[in-house]
């Protein structure tokens, strides 16, 4: 089903399923964005624009003076060589100032403080509160192309608790595998709760495809977009590869989607919650690096099918984040002023990038 949005966007969807279906192989060459506007009754800089988010998320690739040819290759093609993933980046490197602005924090405090009184100090429902879960909803509709209930969304203090929530969900008598390297704490937080840890090394565009498949993990938990240390982002081919060993008996991925609103490519990234139907990915993001490092809250989205599961085995856990913090994000979100401070960063982060 595409996504609702400009005529750009329904010729990158209707291309990029073009080339995930094989109608495009890989290596072959792109029709010309004069041919392609021909074809498909628009203008050459609406194909452009299309053309460029293939680009930029690595199903096309442009060569000068040659035009545009296909990255992008399946499962199937990716048993050749890998390369190792490149040195680390130096972590002394300081990073800009993102959070959002004090004044609007401060303002939207101060009118959540009116308005809700004494409300404030009652208790939230365990998943979160209800409005808070609806606004994060509506917003994954409109920003990242998924389309999700409420009761698919729960909320707690920030990705490391959702984690070990996940654990308790799907069963520590698993095997659960992460990049690596990777972000110190997600290790730290499944080797606490006992369960058996396969790291699994990074390629130049995520993990390699000879650990991923040799793996006994049948949890795996990947940072798509910017994984930390490395800052590999994964490529069109790679998600798909993610997605397609999902596809055995009993697996599960869990997808950290940290940073990726900040993404300078012009459309929000592809998530793998947003690609796969297949009902086995859970999707956790954060508000720490999108409001500021003091918000300790983040959510996961559910596949439909875990809903009754984690209410029978988590769901009499209360909710960690205090009423207040929910409120201030339901707020954010619904005014929209969440989505105007994502889309300045975004502006900013396209201006500062090397061209």
């Not at 048993?79 to 490197?93: F, Y």
């Not at 990726?260 to 459309?267: C, H, M, Q, R």
Request: glycine share 6%.
């Amino acid at each position: 089903m595409p996504r609702s949005g400009g005529v750009y966007l329904q010729l990158y969807e209707r291309l990029r399923d073009d080339i995930t279906g094989g109608a495009y192989p890989f290596g072959a060459r792109f029709p010309s964005k004069r041919t392609m506007a021909e074809e498909s009754g628009v203008s050459i800089m609406t194909v452009e624009h299309a053309y460029s988010i293939l680009c930029d998320e690595g199903y096309l690739v442009s060569r000068e003076r040659s035009g545009y040819f296909v990255a992008y290759r399946d499962t199937d093609l990716l048993s050749v060589p890998e390369e190792a993933a490149p040195a680390l980046l130096p972590l002394s490197v300081p990073e800009r100032s993102e959070s959002l602005p004090y004044a609007l924090y401060a303002r939207t405090i101060r009118r959540i403080l009116t308005q809700w009184g004494t409300r404030l100090m009652e208790k939230s429902p365990n998943e979160g509160l209800l409005s808070l879960r609806q606004a994060i909803s509506d917003h994954l509709a409109r920003i990242r192309g998924f389309r999700v209930s409420p009761d698919q969304i729960v909320i707690g203090s920030g990705a490391e608790y959702l984690y070990g929530l996940i654990v308790q969900l799907l069963g520590r008598d698993r095997v659960y595998a992460v990049e690596d390297p990777s972000y110190n704490m997600i290790q730290r937080v499944y080797l606490s709760q006992g369960v058996t840890l396969d790291r699994l090394p990074m390629g130049t565009d995520g993990v390699r495809t000879d650990a991923l498949w040799n793996s006994s993990a049948s949890v795996l938990h990947v940072t798509p977009f910017r994984s930390f240390p490395t800052m590999i982002t994964a490529s069109a081919s790679k998600r798909h590869e993610y997605i397609s060993w999902v596809g055995e008996d009993n697996r599960f991925i869990i997808e950290d989607d940290y940073d990726s609103e900040f993404s300078p490519s012009s459309k929000a990234e592809d998530t793998l919650f947003s690609l796969s139907s297949n009902e086995r990915v859970i999707y956790v993001n954060t508000f720490s690096k999108t409001v500021a490092p003091s918000i300790r809250a983040g959510f996961m989205v559910l596949p439909a099918s875990l809903v009754s599961l984690y209410q029978s085995r988590c769901g009499f856990m209360s909710c960690s984040v205090p009423v207040l913090e929910q409120v201030l994000l339901e707020e954010l979100l619904t005014s929209g002023d969440f989505v105007r401070h994502i889309n300045k960063v975004r502006r900013s982060r396209r201006r500062s990038s090397p061209v």
